[in-house]
């Protein structure tokens, strides 16, 4: 539990020191006029055109999607995983068999999801 | 009431000699609670002070040696002006960086503009905090060790898209949307490498695969199981260069297409805070590739019993460092001497290429493992 406190620490020192370089180089940094053309976005010297929030691919998403089918896997993976060793010695009172037969469904499943985004062309990047 | 104690091995030390200063205290203050609480309030600064000098102290050392190796590469010689060979050149470069004018272009979001750089640095602190630097040093000995590692990454990613979307600049917008596309898509492969190291060494405590690679070299996991060990690092190496946004996959800086990407509009410290965050991630990635294949804090012994007496004699924290600094060479010497690929070749090596390979060699570990039972 201590060691989670310590953690929760960490969390915030990253975005403290940040903080507080931020702050220094507002306080420090020179200041000059702030007129139209240094305020403007940059955009390779041209003239600003119209706003920034425009549509993106809708690819984005979908990648997005993805990652969190896969990323979800790997952490339903990792507590068998974990303890695969003792699971396939006996030592920890499950059926190896069983196991294996469980981990090779749940395997199945994924590559079967990814053999059918691969056949609909969605990993197929425009 | 829930006290605080001191747990981890750096711990032991200050737990003697705390009870030792708080006898100096009035009567009132002394008990069991309050030492409990200055020994952990004083590991915790520790700690902090620690992992700040390892953190922000090498990121002035590795812009050094990047120029360097950079130069080298390119048959030049790199900075030579300030200092002997350029050494204080950067520390000059960082006080620059300190003075120059920080302002949000018009149009941006002002509290997400500001806040970017602080979620960027947020990863990386957290991963030093959770890798194991020699027998006694080690911040958090915790049981989550790969998961948090795992959890935490994403923070990067938030923190580039919110910069990009925030800086109300078109290329920007696009250099971030990329990258994230790009992060997320190697996230998969650095989580599944993970998976690996996990299921072989039968632990997600990073402290536990240290010492699970005990012994001589063919004990560390890079050799433990054969080929596949090997085959494993490599990907690691990819995923995890992917995943620092380095060239040859900097797709999202790509300064000759997005003129920066992400951080275009960033001025001063917050775009040094940028940087800082992808070297600080260049010294964590090292240290995870270095505890998770190559043995951690561990001597490289070779079997002879005459050579491993004089290799054990040099303490961990040497080893760690020498180990951790040969890898960053290689990072730089794959970012300077290979070339970007598109952002559609980027994507399809990713989903096509390196998922497939990442399950394959899951699939490998496994029924390596059940075989040698």
Not at chain 1, 20 to 31: D, E, I
Not at chain 1, 88 to 100: D, I, K, R
Not at chain 2, 102 to 107: A, K, M, N, T
Not at chain 2, 264 to 291: C, D, K
Request: contains cysteine; proline residues 4%; neutral net charge.
């Amino acid at each position: 539990m201590s060691e989670y406190i310590i953690l929760s620490i960490f969390l915030f020192l990253g975005a403290f020191i940040a903080a507080a370089a931020t702050v220094v180089g507002l306080v420090l940094g020179y200041r000059t006029r702030k007129t139209k053309n240094k305020m403007a976005p940059y955009e390779c010297g041209m003239e600003t055109y119209g706003n920034a929030r425009i549509q993106f691919k809708v690819g984005y998403y979908i990648f997005a999607l993805l990652f969190l089918v896969f990323d979800v896997e790997a952490l339903f993976l990792l507590p068998v995983l974990a303890n695969y060793r003792e699971i396939m010695s006996g030592a920890a009172g499950l059926s190896p068999m069983l196991v294996v037969i469980d981990l090779v469904i749940f395997f199945a499943i994924l590559v079967a999801g990814l053999a059918y985004v691969w056949k609909k062309g969605i990993l197929k990047w425009e | 009431m829930y006290v605080p104690s001191v747990t981890n091995p750096i711990g032991d030390y200050v737990r003697e000699w705390v009870p030792q200063l708080v006898a100096y205290l009035p009567e009132s203050l002394q008990g069991e609670t309050t030492c409990s609480v200055i020994a952990f309030a004083i590991n915790a600064i520790i700690c902090i002070i620690a992992v700040c000098l390892v953190n922000i102290g090498s990121a002035p050392i590795l812009i050094y040696m990047e120029r360097k190796v950079c130069a080298h590469v390119q048959c030049r010689l790199g900075p030579m002006r300030l200092g002997w060979h350029g050494t204080i050149q950067t520390i000059a470069d960082v006080l620059k960086m300190l003075f120059k004018e920080v302002y949000s272009p018009q149009g941006a979001d002002k509290k997400l503009f500001y806040l970017a750089p602080l979620i960027v640095l947020i990863a990386p602190f957290m991963i030093a905090a959770l890798i194991p630097f020699g027998h006694n040093l080690l911040v958090a000995n915790v049981d989550m060790g790969i998961p948090l590692i795992i959890a935490v990454n994403g923070f990067g990613v938030l923190g580039i898209l919110l910069g990009g979307w925030s800086s109300n600049n078109k290329y920007s917008l696009m250099g971030s949307l990329r990258s994230g596309a790009q992060m997320i898509s190697y996230e998969i492969s650095f989580a599944l490498v993970l998976l690996f190291v996990v299921m072989v060494s039968g632990s997600t405590n990073l402290m536990e695969i240290t010492n699970g690679q005990a012994g001589t070299v063919a004990n560390w996991m890079i050799f433990k199981v054969p080929v596949l060990g090997f085959l494993a690092f490599i990907m690691f190496f990819i995923a995890s260069t992917a995943e620092m946004n380095r060239a040859p996959f900097d797709i999202a800086e790509a300064e000759q297409e997005l003129t920066g990407g992400y951080h275009t509009e960033y001025t001063g410290t917050p775009f040094a805070m940028f940087y800082l965050a992808e070297y600080i991630a260049l010294v964590t990635n090292s240290a995870l590739a270095v505890t998770c294949f190559l043995g951690g804090f561990h001597a490289p012994c070779i079997g002879f019993e005459s050579v491993d007496q004089i290799l054990l004699k040099v303490p961990g924290v040497i080893w760690f460092f020498a180990k951790v600094y040969f890898m960053i060479w290689c990072y730089m010497m794959v970012r300077w001497t290979f070339v970007r690929p598109r952002v559609d070749q980027l994507m399809s090596f990713e989903w096509k290429f390196m998922l497939p390979v990442n399950m394959l060699l899951l699939v490998g570990g496994a029924a390596y493992i059940a075989l040698s039972i």
